[in-house]
């Protein structure tokens, strides 16, 4: 308990619209505060890191209870920041609401911290904050066309920077094309086609059961334990107790004769049985996506579930492993994973399977090489070598790789910056992510001031 004593002053001048003026303590009290400046202050650190509710439970056990409405008023009568136009500006989109409503983050990069939140993503609302705000030298941003427009418009001065993360992710893009249009150098000579005599049967009928699934293991064990305990003049009801199991189970154990009886009675029919050969020649022609096989029989008719068809998939993976010859060739993404690897990062299996790809195929020789060519440019940041790469990229006449070639042209100057200078999204992209989480943390209930405020103002 603080007993305070202020002077209280009265202005003795008729025309004045006050007549009585209260004392103020520094760093104590406020005008028309009710609650003292410190724990204000704390109230609202605990408001911006948790919000409503939650900040009103952490509030009570700490002794200070206030309600969630009350703490979302603090929020929103803290102090403006100022806002001053950075040096280095950052720029991304984030979603208000997932495609109908989007918003603008931008970022001091020499501060990492949030400056304005905009609401909208086309130009004219980044154009109008850099027109009111000027003396912007560098802009950093992804590849979207609206903010290097705007950038061109409001700030033709600036340097824009071309985020590398998202440079390479279009060159992924450009590469799993390439890889698409030449999948048919993905099989070996020896299994091209699902047809050839030479490959050993799919798995069906006993080869399937045979299978080494987590339920033909237990069956096994289990098998094994009452067989065993049986042997040794165990009940019925004692082993069912001791294994845990229902009394019925372990008749149907101790009765089987020799435990492929018991894989038999497990067999039971599945709506599947009759999508089984078509899913054997889709496998082994290449198509090894569980939702993409589940598409395509679905569109023939069959009602069960996407799970079923995962785990025979996966099932379907493993007699693939016991039966190398016949095992399909690796999935696109596989092979655009192991073109834009670093060699150093594969391991000794993906780079001779790697090795045998290229060998089959001149186009995807000459695209790993401009991947690699690429990925030491960037790493090393020789950005003056980017017109010299999209020539020879350009000379191969790869016909993935030149829709992002014209990209890269469209934006050269952009780009060339950001495989030069060491300015990149990361700082932005990070602050999108906490946005992200504040909005699931305030369940879409608060307007977007609150957001706004709690991205600036918080720590």
């Known amino acids: 308990m603080i007993e305070l004593e202020v002077r209280r002053f009265v202005c003795v001048n008729p025309s004045c619209g006050r007549k009585i003026f209260a004392e103020q303590v520094p760093e104590v009290t406020y005008r028309h505060g009710r609650r003292s400046l410190p724990l204000t202050m704390a109230l609202a650190s605990i408001a911006l890191a948790l919000a409503g509710r939650a900040g009103a439970r952490l509030a009570r056990v700490l002794g200070s209870p206030a309600s969630r409405t009350t703490l979302l008023r603090v929020i929103r009568a803290l102090p403006e920041p100022p806002v001053t136009a950075p040096v280095v500006l950052g720029v991304d989109d984030f979603s208000l609401r997932r495609g109908k409503v989007y918003g603008t983050v931008l970022v001091d990069m020499m501060t990492r911290r949030p400056i304005e939140l905009l609401i909208g993503r086309d130009a004219h609302t980044l154009a109008t904050w850099l027109t009111a705000h000027p003396g912007v030298e560098v802009i950093c941003r992804d590849r979207a066309s609206s903010y290097a427009e705007a950038a061109r418009s409001a700030a033709p001065h600036a340097v824009q920077v071309a985020d590398r993360w998202h440079v390479w992710h279009n060159l992924i893009e450009a590469v799993e094309k390439c890889v698409i249009q030449h999948r048919a150098c993905l099989p070996e000579p020896s299994s091209a086609t699902a047809n050839d005599p030479q490959r050993p049967p799919a798995p069906a009928g006993g080869d399937e059961l045979q299978m080494q699934t987590r339920l033909n293991t237990r069956i096994r064990e289990r098998y094994a334990l009452v067989q065993e305990l049986l042997a040794q003049g165990h009940g019925i009801k004692p082993i069912a107790r001791r294994l845990g199991l229902a009394r019925g189970t372990v008749q149907r154990y101790a009765r089987a004769a020799t ?37 395509e029989i679905h569109a023939q008719g069959y009602n069960g579930s996407y799970h079923n068809v995962r785990d025979y998939v996966r099932r379907l993976r493993t007699w693939a492993r016991h039966h190398p010859a016949s095992a399909p060739p690796p999935p696109v993404h596989t092979v655009v994973t192991w073109i834009t690897t670093h060699p150093d990062n594969l391991t000794p299996d993906h780079q001779q399977a790697l090795g045998q790809i290229l060998s089959r195929c001149p186009e995807l020789t000459a695209l790993t090489g401009h991947v690699r060519r690429f990925a030491i440019m960037m790493s090393k940041r020789n950005g003056t070598q980017l017109t010299h790469w999209l020539t020879q990229a350009a000379n191969s006449d ?56 709690r991205v600036l103002s918080s720590t």
Do not use: C
């Not at 009675?265 to 996506?289: C, I, M, W």
């Not at 030149?402 to 200078?421: K, M, P, Q």
């Open 398 to 453: 790869l016909p993935g790789l030149n829709s992002f070639i014209r990209g890269i042209e469209r934006d050269h100057a952009a780009v060339t910056a950001g495989l030069t200078l060491p300015w990149s999204s990361g700082p932005v992209e990070g602050h999108v992510n906490r946005i992200k989480m504040l909005k699931r943390q305030m369940f879409g209930r608060a307007n977007f001031d609150l957001l706004r405020r």
């Open 259 to 295: 435990v492929d009886d018991k894989l038999t009675q497990a067999a039971r029919p599945s709506n599947l049985d009759n999508f089984k050969p078509y899913l054997h020649e889709r496998f082994t022609a290449g198509v090894t996506r569980p939702i993409r096989l589940f598409e």
